[in-house]
Nanobody, 115 residues
Framework: QVQLVESGGGLVQAGGSLRLTCAPS????????MAWHRQVPGAQRELVAR???????QYADSVKDRFTISKNRLGNTVYLQMNSLKPDDTAVYYC?????????WGQGTQVTVSA
């Protein structure tokens, strides 16, 4: 069974940067859509950013101009470059990718931004 493996989370001070990476445990092809979501305890999971196979991107208003989503040339790995981080960005970040109509989720990676 294919799993999405996330890395790059951690603890950073406000104003700092982190880069998240999400890759499949084995190559299964080009994902149609790849996205990052985040969730804090007691709240619903929210979409942060997504990118299509053609490279079209979409961002939540709260992260525009600070976060950048990108993918590798194979179309199976997605990145999230997070700059100017704020304490409100603290959450567990999950990647979510679609191969056709089949969706896959990562296990989540913790991002903590200290004031």
């Amino acid at each position: 069974q294919v799993q999405l493996v996330e890395s790059g989370g951690g603890l950073v001070q406000a104003g700092g940067s982190l880069r998240l990476t999400c890759a499949p445990s084995r190559n299964i092809g080009v994902f149609k859509v790849m996205a990052w979501h985040r969730q804090v305890p007691g709240a619903q999971r929210e979409l942060v950013a997504r990118i299509s196979a053609g490279g079209e991107t979409q961002y939540a208003d709260s992260v525009k101009d600070r976060f950048t989503i990108s993918k590798n040339r194979l179309g199976n790995t997605v990145y999230l470059q997070m700059n100017s981080l704020k304490p409100d960005d603290t959450a567990v970040y999950y990647c979510n990718s679609f191969l056709g109509n089949v969706g896959y989720w990562g296990q989540g990676t913790q991002v903590t931004v200290s004031a």
